[in-house]
């Protein structure tokens, strides 16, 4: 009698938390990377609706110091990422790419940081994903290549 009435209520908080405006579904991905050149932590999640859009982006880039120089210039200090430095992001058929661009430092250090995501599903497994990254970091203002310090590597993710 007390098993079926537990049930009953369970049923009912299940359609009353269905029913309410708050509760959104989303596909929410947490990638990670830990090489020589940097770490790397982001967690992203996407609104299952048409388009799929970006529901929240937080995570932080930390450039090792002792990384092997690259290019002859090396990069120090860390990144926050947040849902307002996302220039575009993409959702579909097992895959998803997202572009942030944001700036760091105080003055004549700040610099400008792209970073591109571009991950898809492995195999037939929705919660595994592999990809790649790519960081960009440069003097603020100055779109000259020779200025830039790039990195890139594997991004490992789980859906949860």
């Excluded at 002792?66 to 307002?84: H, M, W, Y």
């Excluded at 203002?141 to 490992?156: C, H, S, T, Y």
Aim: with cysteine.
């Amino acid at each position: 009698m007390a098993d079926r009435l537990v049930s009953r209520i369970n049923c009912c908080l299940v359609f009353f938390i269905a029913s309410t405006g708050w509760v959104e579904a989303m596909d929410r991905y947490y990638c990670a990377v830990d090489d020589a050149q940097l770490k790397l932590s982001v967690e992203a999640s996407f609104k299952e609706e048409p388009r799929w859009p970006l529901a929240s982006l937080r995570g932080v880039v930390v450039f090792k110091p002792e990384a092997p120089l690259v290019q002859k210039r090396s990069v120090k200090g860390a990144v926050r990422l947040e849902l307002n430095d996302v220039t575009q992001s993409r959702h579909e058929n097992g895959r998803f790419q997202l572009r942030t661009s944001s700036v760091s430092g105080v003055d004549q250090d700040e610099t400008s940081i792209d970073i591109v995501f571009d991950v898809k599903m492995i195999g037939n497994d929705i919660n595994r994903f592999a990809g790649t990254y790519d960081v960009t970091v440069r003097p603020k203002g100055n779109d000259n290549a020779a200025a830039a310090v790039e990195r890139d590597g594997v991004l490992n993710c789980k859906r949860f």
